[in-house]
Each structure stands twice: as C-alpha cells, then as structure tokens.
C-alpha cells in the first residue's frame, strides 16, 4: 500500500493511500473462511461451504469491511510514522462503492493540519504569583483545634460553646410552667449540644450555665423546624416533632466539655501518625507544612487561572482549518446533529476548548512532558489524603490510602478526570519552573478579597462575551 501526504496550504491537507490487491486479499479470504467456520449458513454444516462460495454470498460486504478498516488503520500507522501535526480525524473524501471486479483503489482522506505555535515560556517572562503567608496565628489556630479534636471529654463546671449538656427537658406551658398534662413531653434523661444548634440565640442562651441550673429555650427554633433533630432531642417520633414549637425547660444535671490534648507523643502520633513528630518545634514545622500545602493548591489552583488567561491571550489567535473542522465535529456528533444545526455556532463553541487544547498539546511537546502511572497514583493518593482529613483522620497509614486510592481509580470515569488533572497539573508547573514568577507573599484576607475580585471580573467579561 503506497500512502502520500500532500499539503494543499497552511491548514488543509490531504493523504492518498493506493491499494493493490495484495494488500487485502488474504485479510478477505481469512474474514470470509472465518464466516464459513462460525456461522450457519443454510444448506450446508460449519467449515463445509467452500471459498467460492463463501466468496459470492458475502464476497462484496466483506471485501469492504476489510478495505476501509485495513486503510483506515494504515493511514493512522502513517500519521504516527511521519509525525504528522493534525488536528480531528481524518475524513474519507468519497465513499467507494467497492465491487467483486475491480482489484486496485485509491482512497483520499481530507486532514487539518494544527498550527505551529512558537512558545515563549522562559526566564525572561515574568508572571505574577501571590501565596499565602503562614502566620504563627494560623498555627496557634491549627494548633488549638487539633488540640480539641484529639482531647477528651469530661465534667465540666459550665457550659462554653462546645460543651454537651445533660438533665431533664420538661415542655412548658404558654404562661411558662411546666406542662404536667398526660401527652406532655417529658425527657428525663436527655442531651443537647447547643454547638450544633442553627439558632445562635437559642444556643447562647446555654452559654456559662452550671450544674442545677434552669434552661428555658425553644427546640423547634434551634434546629429550624427539622423533624428528625426534633425527634432525636425530645425522643419522640418524626411525625410528632414536627408539630413541636413550645418552650421547654431545661435542668442541667452534667455539663460535658472538651479537655484539650495535651503536647505530649500519643497527641504527636494520633494526629501524625506514629513517629513522625517528637516535640513542640517538630509539631510546629509539621503545622506549618500542612498549611502551606493547603494553601498551595488553593494558590496553585487560581495562578493556573491566570496562566491559562495568559497563554490564550498570548497564543489563542490560531490559524485552524475551520471548514474542516466543521466536517469533522458534524461527523463526530452525528446523533445530537442535524441539516438544521448553525455549525458556524457549533464551531464557535468549541473553538475555545479546540485552541486551549492545542496550546497544552505544544506545552508538553516543547518541555517533553509525560503522563506516568506514577503520576496519577500520587495524585489519587493525595486525593484520598486530603478526603480523610476532611473527616477528621490525619494519621492514616500508607495502606489505608494505598486503598483508598486504588478504590477511586477503579472508577473508570473518575480515573479519566483524574489523568485530566494531572496533566493540566504537570503542564502548568513546568510553565511556572521555566518562567520568572514574582512571588508576593500576603495575608488569607487578602488573597480571598484579590481571588474575590479576579473572579468578578472574570463573570463580567464572560456575561460580555455571551451578549455578543
């Protein structure tokens, strides 16, 4: 099979493959003898219906089958070979009408050539990179919650703001006594954990109460109305609950508080894991690590947003065989498209995410980036990390996120997403090694309010895009 490529401008080309018989031949009689040795074909058994035969029943469909796959492959094979830069698929120019007569073909593809795009990604571009100082207050706040997370519960002598409280809730009667009627609710041993209360009012009105002391307040107005907490307060049923809206009276009976952990190596271990921090100023390094970390990938995230605005604007104003391209994105959605369908429209939509596409495409051909296994499990396993520590868990072992990990990459879909970030991840990084970054270290304040209005700013000039 002889394939040429010819370019017929800057965009647009076309490949030629010629085909003899003896390129296809044998893959006909081999797809044909399969049919005769699978198939019930009437009149005779499996493997008994000679070559003829087989050749004139099926001869034509198969010989086309085998001629426009065996082309097709091969003019990929060649793509691949010439290192040809294309952009879509390949489009048959004809279809031929394949006979059992006719030995020699010639087959012509329309292709769309990408654009050469000349980065200039190094040192002597400067972008702006703002990151987030780690303050010794963030770390004394990290450090007091830890505290609180891994402390234990015990008696307390008044209610703070984390405080569990125990005793007996009488329902009241609208001039305010106890409510000593049959049907009353009453709960004789009951708890509330006004930290959790949606009501602030309600919740304060516990705040600095000790042992034997009384507590008027509303349910129903702590949870707003929701049935199942009700219920779970007043030990009564979900249908009952939601018609609850009384005071009740509170007696305090055991306040529960938190006793902060102290600094000591079961605290190290439960929030570390085992041996990984001995005393204060390793503790205080760890913090601050986990910290930058996190703030990292929220800075990371929005330079990445930067970035891209960058490189569209520098680099977006491509040269695309829009005409081809239109062909092709009608080939390739052919069900949700029809000879109604603007695909002057179709192609506009697509053009941001087609240009985006081939700048990272030249990205990675420029610095040789490479996704690797190895890649996408680092990532999944920080995935798998950071959803731990999300509920609390920052000591899980290697095995546990090991996993963790392999579990959500057994997820086809969610595998895809995550090969996606890696790449957009590794091209983005190796941007930022080989250009200037000017750093600017500032609060979390001020970061929030500078992404607060970059993303203002970004709404507006979409609403304006969209009106045009």
Not at 187 to 214: C, H, R, T
Request: net charge negative; with cysteine; glycine share 4%.
């Amino acid at each position: 099979m002889n394939i040429t490529f010819e370019k017929i401008d800057d965009v647009n080309g076309k490949i030629v493959a010629q085909v003899e018989e003896a390129d296809y031949a044998s893959k006909v009689d081999a797809e044909l003898r399969k049919i005769g040795n699978t198939h019930n074909i009437p009149g005779f058994r499996k493997g008994h219906i000679s070559l003829p035969q087989l050749r004139q029943r099926f001869g034509k469909q198969v010989k086309s089958d085998v001629l426009n796959r065996s082309v097709y492959e091969a003019v990929v094979d060649y793509i691949k070979e010439q290192k040809l830069n294309l952009i879509g698929q390949p489009i048959a120019e004809e279809i031929k009408e394949i006979n059992l007569t006719d030995k020699d073909y010639t087959f012509t593809y329309e292709v769309g050539i990408a654009p050469a795009i000349d980065l200039k990604l190094d040192k002597e571009v400067t972008l702006p990179y703002k990151a987030i100082e780690v303050t010794d207050q963030m770390v004394a706040d990290e450090d007091k919650s830890l505290r609180e997370r891994f402390g234990a519960q015990v008696p307390g002598e008044e209610v703070d703001e984390k405080a569990l409280v125990k005793g007996s809730i009488m329902q009241l009667k609208e001039d305010g006594t106890v409510n000593d009627a049959e049907d009353a609710i009453q709960v004789i041993s009951g708890i509330v954990a006004p930290m959790y209360f949606k009501s602030k009012e309600e919740a304060d009105k516990f705040i600095g109460k000790k042992v034997n002391d009384k507590v008027v307040f509303n349910p129903y107005n702590s949870c707003e109305g929701n049935a199942a907490e009700l219920a779970s307060m007043l030990n009564i049923d979900k249908e009952q609950a939601s018609e609850v809206k009384s005071d009740f009276e509170m007696s305090i009976a055991e306040i529960i508080v938190v006793k902060p952990a102290e600094h000591d190596q079961e605290f190290f271990d439960n929030v570390f894991g085992r041996d990984k921090v001995h005393n204060d100023e390793e503790f205080d390094k760890a913090i601050r690590n986990v910290l930058a970390v996190q703030f990292r990938s929220t800075t990371d995230y929005f330079s990445n947003l930067e970035l891209k605005k960058y490189l569209m604007d520098t680099y977006g104003n491509l040269n695309l065989p829009k005409e081809f391209l239109k062909k092709w994105l009608k080939l390739a959605n052919e069900e949700n498209i029809d000879e109604n369908t603007d695909m002057d429209k179709v192609y506009d939509e697509v053009l941001p995410d087609l240009t985006w596409q081939l700048i990272k495409e030249a990205i990675a051909a420029k610095f040789d980036v490479k996704i690797e296994e190895a890649d996408i499990v680092a990532r999944t396993k920080f995935i798998a990390q950071q959803q731990f520590r999300q509920y609390g868990i920052f000591n899980a072992d290697e095995a546990t996120i090991d996993n963790a990990a392999k579990h959500i990459l057994a997820d086809k879909n969610y595998r895809r997403h995550i090969v996606e970030e890696v790449s957009d991840l590794k091209l983005f990084a190796v941007v930022r090694e080989n250009v200037t970054l000017n750093v600017e270290e500032v609060s979390l304040e001020d970061y929030r309010a500078y992404m607060a209005q970059h993303q203002s700013q970004a709404t507006e000039e979409a609403a304006e895009e969209s009106a045009e």
